[in-house]
């Protein structure tokens, strides 16, 4: 399968640049996010644009994974810390430093906070014909000597979705 | 299978067509100069186009229902007789059975079944055929696609068939033979056809062409205005070889008496672009899809705000040639945001095609007679905003039908002619469109209106006798009001005003009404142009900027001091002598606890008005007031009721905008149960609603539920009184057929959720389907599902939370629990059945 390699914001920082021979037949474009010590790999497909994290508005609600909200080419996108989907330690309320990584999907077009990120093409090393992407990975792509399962973006979503499906009860929040 | 791009909005604009068409058939305009035959002849034409279509998508039950429908139009198109009243009915019957069926092909469901229609259609059919003189052919044989070959005529040598009743000509097309898809390619080339002709058919018939990807072949021609410039017109089309005229003549050697007859170009069915030949013969008009607009608009929201970066620098600069060539930029970017808004506008033709069948349908069943008259149908308004504002404009429409114009026996009484005067009218007024909505009824009954007051509770009689007519109109728009006794299938009862005037707030717009005893109403809405540009005030909230639409606010003020906050006793201030509850911008908005850091009097507040009552939202601090594009709120915190929306700050941040209604429900639903507000010294005056409210025998439920109980009573058809909902748990009880079913459930996130719906289903399955009571019902719903939420929470000592139906579609055991609301003689219940969980111990 081959992808379109993700565009440069026209305000972002540095785009993913060369990248447009990747995705061979046998290879898949992907984005090879940095969080902390660990990388994880995303559909290249998925990815729309880069943009700087200096600039998202924080919006207080239940999910920590939501940090708050940014505008990217004119549309806004909701900024989601990656973190707490894969089961890594939040990050704390300094954001600055990061990247966004704009997404979008059937999940939806979000922005990913990252420390760093790669576009490579890298070698299918299984392909699963179906099954629950929240159970296993359907894509595993060859990342050096190890397999990197492809993350899907409506599990990197899914902690917001229930924490804020769980707020719209009424709550106090109405000078009690 | 879903249908081809555009088709939809095609076809609906084909159904709307021919709805508003067939109304005129019954009433016809009589500053029109078409005549009634010509008329016919354009409606035929539109149900032809529109049966084409639907067999091109492979839509069976649509084309046959169009099919029907041509054939009768097409007994009138032939034989001059007038359409009577009855065949005006199933016209129309025809016509909802259309636009059902075009909305399920959209939705890709199962549409309605139009066995019912397609009878009454045939019914039709038969009886015009009885006619003397009327059964001139079998039902629909002259319509068909494929066009029936005369046996008694030869062949043409260059032609596999002859020409069949009706046709000029045919047009003869050859596609490219690098053509890549040949069958999509003459789709096309036949839609192009029928956006200036009557397309009688293709030779070879069009399945042909499909399947053996035919690279030529013919398009037979009926009416059409110019059919030489339609074929210079196919010819230029992509893909397209040639395409040349043949007229009937050069076709088909003379067959005598099998003469095709003459035919006059048909008139396009007014307001029907696929039927305008106009429209069909010159490139004038595309489509762009709403979401390119959506993109167009942020394209230039991202160059305002990166002209704003440009401004800072060349400011700094002190350059005065930087300067004007900013101010230059400045204006072309003014320039460009004007002109994309303006390409989202779109006219209320729609719109008033809707009213005019209402108001006829209306008015019929009620016995009464109505001269509806529309201006300003052409008058542009936001796409956006011409959905939105349907639901309260039909309801003021059924109101002046049912509440304002009188019967015709008191008309005549009364010295007025029988049929009463409707009109709608519509207008630009600077950034507003205003709609009015006028009758020349009895106007409204303002001692009814006091008296109902008092026998509600409403207001005390020594008070009402003090009241303005101004203040007595705006009584009515109170939850639950009605000057009339009995209850109208029409209008319902008890519930409608306020649901109009709070969608109009919500739209951001106002409404207004005068009245004139003996003379007639006018209700006058006034809304934005656009729901996608509001003028807002920015304020400071926990270092975040909100904006609050300005039309939403009523003032900005300093609250001096505030009271209560303790115990039952809401937090509240005084302002222009009133009690006014107060909203902690920093809990409400932000989240935060607002003791962690307690701000110092004087406290600057928003205040704004909620279905007729005032509240004040305290800020930090207010920042100024703007123009904000609004942009909806991201799918990933649709949760978050308090975001109305989100806007692009000028510096490129994002600026979140404040849903004030869900504050003030929120605020109801924590404290409506509240004895009243907090009181100082110098109080002897708790809010007036509040006040008001406590007179009712049921003054102790929230102020939605005694709401629910009003629209209830409209739905069930006698009085219903809602006590507290009484929660039973029970294990393994099936729940009963009920008027309210909720179905719910499932566990996110560790806690058990439900979903308050199916009371659309529920509505509908009684006949009351308008979003009025769907929109009070809604809230009553969502109001009985909180206070369920904490009964069943206490009986399963766990948090029992209001799920959102989309997220939770998929939860795992949907039918885990069951509850279901009983819309019984007297008491509202709430049956909680589980199907695999023990009973609590102690339920409610």
């Given at each position: 399968m081959s992808a379109p390699p993700p565009a440069a914001s026209p305000d972002?920082?540095?785009?993913?640049?060369?990248?447009?021979?990747?995705?061979?037949?046998?290879?898949?474009?992907?984005?090879?996010?940095?969080?902390?010590?660990r990388i994880v790999a995303l559909d290249a497909a998925a990815a729309v644009g880069v943009a700087r994290a200096d600039n998202v508005t924080r919006v207080r609600g239940p999910a920590a994974a939501l940090r708050g909200l940014v505008a990217v080419h004119g549309k806004v996108a909701a900024v989601v810390d990656p973190r707490v989907a894969l089961g890594l330690e939040p990050l704390d309320d300094e954001v600055v430093r990061q990247q966004l990584l704009v997404v979008a999907g059937d999940a939806g077009r979000f922005a990913l906070l990252v420390d760093d990120l790669d576009v490579a093409s890298l070698p299918v090393a299984r392909r699963a014909s179906s099954g629950a992407a929240t159970a296993t990975a359907t894509v595993v792509v060859q990342h050096g000597d190890?397999?990197?399962?492809?993350?899907?973006?409506a599990d990197l979503v899914a902690p917001v979705l229930a924490a804020t499906v769980a707020d719209r009860a009424p709550s106090p929040g109405a000078g009690s | 299978?879903?249908?081809?791009?555009?088709?939809?909005?095609?076809?609906?604009?084909?159904?709307?067509?021919?709805?508003?068409?067939?109304?005129?058939?019954?009433?016809?305009?009589?500053?029109?100069?078409?005549?009634?035959?010509?008329?016919?002849?354009?409606?035929?034409?539109?149900?032809?186009?529109?049966?084409?279509?639907?067999?091109?998508?492979?839509?069976?039950?649509?084309?046959?229902?169009?099919?029907?429908?041509?054939?009768?139009?097409?007994?009138?198109?032939?034989?001059?007789?007038?359409?009577?009243?009855?065949?005006?009915?199933?016209?129309?019957?025809g016509c909802d059975a259309l636009s059902a069926l075009v909305e399920a092909a959209e939705a890709g469901v199962e549409g309605p079944d139009p066995t019912p229609v397609l009878a009454t259609l045939d019914a039709t059919i038969a009886r015009l055929d009885a006619v003397p003189g009327g059964g001139d052919r079998a039902p629909g044989a002259a319509t068909a696609t494929s066009p029936p070959v005369d046996p008694r005529s030869d062949p043409p040598r260059d032609s596999p068939t002859a020409l069949p009743d009706?046709?000029?000509?045919?047009?003869?097309?050859?596609?490219?033979?690098?053509?890549?898809?040949?069958?999509?390619?003459?789709?096309?080339?036949?839609?192009?056809?029928?956006?200036?002709?009557?397309?009688?058919?293709?030779?070879?018939?069009?399945?042909?062409?499909?399947?053996?990807?035919?690279?030529?072949?013919?398009?037979v021609i009926g009416a059409c205005d110019d059919p030489a410039a339609l074929a210079t017109a196919i010819a230029g089309l992509p893909e397209v070889a040639s395409a040349e005229w043949e007229p009937a003549a050069a076709a088909v050697p003379s067959p005598g008496p099998q003469t095709p007859e003459p035919h006059t170009p048909a008139p396009p069915v007014p307001g029907t672009p696929?039927?305008?030949?106009?429209?069909?013969?010159?490139?004038?008009?595309?489509?762009?899809?709403?979401?390119?607009?959506?993109?167009?608009?942020?394209?230039?929201?991202?160059?305002?705000?990166?002209r704003n970066r440009l401004a800072r620098e060349v400011e700094r600069s002190d350059d005065r040639a930087l300067s004007a060539a900013l101010r230059r930029l400045n204006r072309t970017i003014s320039d460009l945001q004007l002109a994309v808004m303006g390409v989202r506008l779109v006219s209320l033709e729609a719109t008033v095609e809707r009213a005019r069948r209402l108001v006829r349908d209306v008015s019929r069943d009620l016995g009464k007679e109505v001269t509806f008259t529309v201006e300003g149908e052409g008058t542009e308004i936001d796409r956006s905003m011409v959905d939105e504002m349907v639901t309260p404009l039909v309801h003021l429409l059924r109101n002046a039908v049912d509440h304002g114009i009188e019967s015709v026996d008191a008309r005549h009484a009364a010295g007025k002619p029988a049929a009463g005067d409707l009109r709608l009218r519509a207008y630009h007024q600077g950034s507003q469109v205003v709609v009015e909505v006028s009758d020349d009824g009895a106007g409204i009954d303002l001692a009814g209106v006091a008296a109902k007051a008092v026998r509600l509770g409403l207001q005390p009689a020594d008070e009402v006798r003090a009241r303005t007519e101004q203040e007595l109109i705006d009584l009515m728009f109170t939850p639950g009001f009605s000057t009339r006794e009995e209850v109208s299938e029409v209008s319902g009862r008890g519930v409608g005003l306020d649901v109009v005037r709070s969608q109009v707030t919500r739209l951001g717009g106002d409404i207004d009404v005068r009245t004139r005893a003996g003379r007639g109403t006018t209700f006058r809405m006034r809304l934005p142009l656009s729901l996608a540009v509001a003028d807002a005030l920015l304020v400071a909230v926990a270092d975040q900027i909100w904006a609050?639409?300005?039309?939403?606010?009523?003032?900005?003020?300093?609250?001096?001091?505030?009271?209560?906050?303790?115990?039952?006793?809401?937090?509240?201030?005084?302002?222009?002598?009133?009690?006014?509850?107060?909203?902690?911008?920093?809990?409400?908005?932000?989240?935060?606890?607002?003791?962690?850091?307690?701000?110092?009097?004087?406290?600057?507040?928003?205040?704004?008005?909620?279905?007729?009552?005032?509240?004040?939202?305290?800020?930090?601090?207010?920042?100024?007031?703007?123009?904000?594009?609004?942009?909806?709120?991201?799918?990933?915190?649709?949760?978050?009721?308090?975001?109305?929306?989100?806007?692009v700050l000028p510096d490129g941040t994002v600026g979140l905008i404040a849903d004030l209604p869900t504050l003030a429900r929120r605020w109801r639903l924590l404290h409506a149960d509240s004895p009243a507000l907090g009181t100082t010294d110098d109080d002897d005056d708790p809010a007036r609603s509040g006040g008001a409210d406590r007179q009712r025998p049921d003054a102790a439920l929230p102020v939605g539920l005694r709401r629910a109980a009003d629209t209830l009573a409209a739905v069930v058809g006698h009085p219903v009184d809602i006590g507290a909902p009484r929660v039973r748990v029970r294990a393994g009880d099936p729940v009963p057929s009920l008027a309210f079913a909720v179905p719910l459930v499932g566990e996110v996130a560790g806690e058990l959720c439900f979903v308050v719906t199916g009371y659309e289903e529920a509505l509908r399955s009684q006949g009351v389907d308008d979003g009025w009571h769907a929109t009070a019902v809604s809230e009553w719903a969502n109001m009985l599902g909180s206070q369920f939420a904490v009964g069943l929470g206490e009986a399963l000592g766990r948090d029992v939370r209001v799920g959102l139906p989309s997220a939770l579609a998929?939860?795992?055991?949907?039918?885990?629990?069951?509850?279901?609301?009983?819309?019984?003689?007297t008491v509202v219940e709430l049956d909680v059945r589980f199907d695999d969980r023990p009973a609590p111990a102690t339920p409610r």
């Open positions: 972002g920082t540095d785009g993913p640049a060369g990248t447009e021979q990747l995705g061979g037949p046998d290879e898949l474009a992907v984005v090879l996010v940095h969080l902390g010590d190890e397999g990197l399962p492809l993350v899907e973006l | 299978m879903s249908p081809s791009p555009g088709f939809t909005e095609e076809a609906r604009e084909n159904v709307v067509a021919l709805e508003s068409g067939v109304l005129a058939l019954e009433a016809p305009d009589p500053s029109s100069s078409t005549p009634p035959a010509e008329h016919v002849a354009a409606l035929f034409r539109a149900a032809h186009n529109l049966k084409g279509m639907a067999a091109m998508e492979e839509l069976d039950e649509l084309a046959t229902v169009a099919h029907r429908m041509e054939t009768v139009l097409d007994h009138h198109r032939r034989t001059d007789d007038a359409v009577d009243r009855t065949t005006v009915d199933v016209l129309l019957a009706g046709a000029q000509g045919r047009i003869r097309v050859a596609l490219l033979d690098s053509a890549r898809l040949p069958g999509a390619r003459a789709i096309v080339v036949v839609r192009r056809a029928s956006s200036a002709a009557e397309v009688l058919g293709t030779e070879p018939p069009m399945e042909e062409i499909r399947s053996a990807e035919r690279r030529e072949f013919q398009v696929a039927a305008d030949p106009a429209r069909g013969t010159s490139t004038t008009s595309i489509r762009v899809d709403v979401e390119r607009l959506d993109e167009l608009a942020d394209a230039v929201g991202e160059l305002t705000v990166n609050i639409p300005v039309n939403a606010a009523v003032e900005t003020t300093r609250l001096r001091r505030l009271v209560g906050g303790v115990g039952a006793a809401p937090l509240s201030a005084r302002h222009r002598d009133e009690l006014i509850p107060v909203i902690h911008g920093v809990e409400a908005l932000a989240g935060l606890d607002p003791t962690a850091a307690p701000s110092l009097p004087p406290h600057i507040a928003v205040v704004f008005d909620d279905l007729g009552r005032r509240f004040a939202l305290t800020v930090d601090d207010l920042v100024g007031s703007r123009e904000i594009v609004v942009k909806p709120v991201p799918a990933l915190l649709a949760g978050m009721e308090h975001l109305a929306g989100v806007t998929d939860a795992e055991r949907p039918e885990r629990f069951g509850i279901a609301l009983r819309a019984g003689a």
